[in-house]
């Protein structure tokens, strides 16, 4: 008999306490209403609040509810890639635990699945609830990365996606350290649709994704999918050439109708190298991006340590990182 759950929906937490139940609730009544098997594989991201034992209680009254929980935070991003190595459905539906994205849409994106789809990305159509700075910042996001990057990935979509099992066998064999997976799961190919929703206002709780993530998220993104940043110093190194080259006889000949008190040589001397200085510090800072990502993936280490396992079968753990930790039944 084949005890694997038609579909496998993955759920990172990180200090979302006040959101589980109703996360459970609204999962439960959308996924029985397929009439087919099914299981939730919550990943528990160091959370600092009760949101663990939550999950726990929850494991022990439903079997369908599964527990990882990391020994600290990894970010949401690795949280999610623990959740699809953990999973064992035929397709699995990745959503953040704070219901901004609506469980509800699921069953459209299993329609889409059965349809013969392999990838179904859900496209934000309207975000409730958000400042003009975030919607400003996300919308330029999409749009440069949309625009540098070798992979085409959809505008305005996030992780809320359901992926066949073969795209998740496939995103778990990729194991770098600075993820972007809506980027992989682009860059995988495949079947793909989108289907596009209104992104509600969070309920409960606060944004974890602030500025200072917000941008470490656009740097794995651009670095890990383009390389455009490098490219571009050739061209801005050829612009420099090329003014520097104009600037000695333009300056030459207005010293000779203005003086030779315009413009001070030390002054100029002065601004040029100052100039010429902040462009060799920012690329050194970008070269420096792409050599720490590759110091990364040198390092050879897990991308996450499961401190515990919850409702799972020894035989559910997944090989693909290397921790042993106790699984509670």
């Not at 704070?98 to 990305?121: C, H, N, S």
């Not at 990364?296 to 042993?324: C, M, Q, W």
Request: glycine share 6%.
């Amino acid at each position: 008999m084949n005890d694997r759950p038609r579909y496998s929906i993955v759920a990172p937490i990180y200090n979302e306490e006040g959101n589980i139940q109703n996360l459970y609730d609204r999962i439960c009544q959308v996924m029985d209403s397929t009439g087919e098997t099914w299981e939730l594989v919550t990943v528990n991201d160091g959370s600092r609040d009760r949101s663990f034992e939550l999950l726990e209680a929850l494991s022990k009254k439903d079997s369908r509810i599964k527990v990882v929980n990391f020994a600290r935070n990894f970010g949401h991003q690795i949280a999610v890639t623990a959740g699809l190595d953990y999973t064992s459905g035929e397709a699995a539906v990745v959503i953040d635990a704070d219901l901004q994205d609506p469980p509800e849409m699921i069953l459209e994106m299993i329609e889409r699945w059965k349809a013969g789809y392999q990838v179904v990305y859900a496209v934000r159509e309207q975000r409730k609830g958000e400042s003009w700075f975030k919607l400003m910042t996300a919308k330029m996001f999409y749009r440069v990365i949309y625009r540098i990057t070798d992979v085409d990935i959809p505008l305005d979509t996030g992780d809320f996606r359901l992926m066949d099992r073969k795209v998740v066998d496939a995103l778990g064999a990729m194991r770098e350290h600075n993820r972007f997976i809506r980027g992989m799961t682009s860059w995988i190919g495949f079947k793909q649709t989108g289907i596009t929703y209104v992104r509600e206002a969070r309920e409960w709780g606060e944004t974890k994704y602030p500025l200072r993530k917000m941008v470490s998220f656009a740097m794995d993104a651009v670095t890990g999918f383009s390389y455009f940043p490098l490219q571009i110093m050739i061209y801005v190194s050829f612009i420099l050439g090329v003014l520097a080259v104009l600037a000695i006889p333009i300056i030459s000949v207005l010293r000779i109708i203005l003086g030779s008190g315009f413009l001070g040589g030390q002054v100029t001397t002065i601004a040029l190298l100052l100039m010429l200085s902040s462009f060799q510090l920012f690329f050194l800072f970008l070269m420096g991006q792409y050599v720490a990502r590759i110091y990364d993936e040198t390092r050879n280490r897990p991308l996450y340590i499961v401190a515990t396992e919850v409702g799972f079968k020894r035989e559910e753990s997944p090989k693909t990182h290397e921790v042993t930790p106790e699984t509670e039944k």
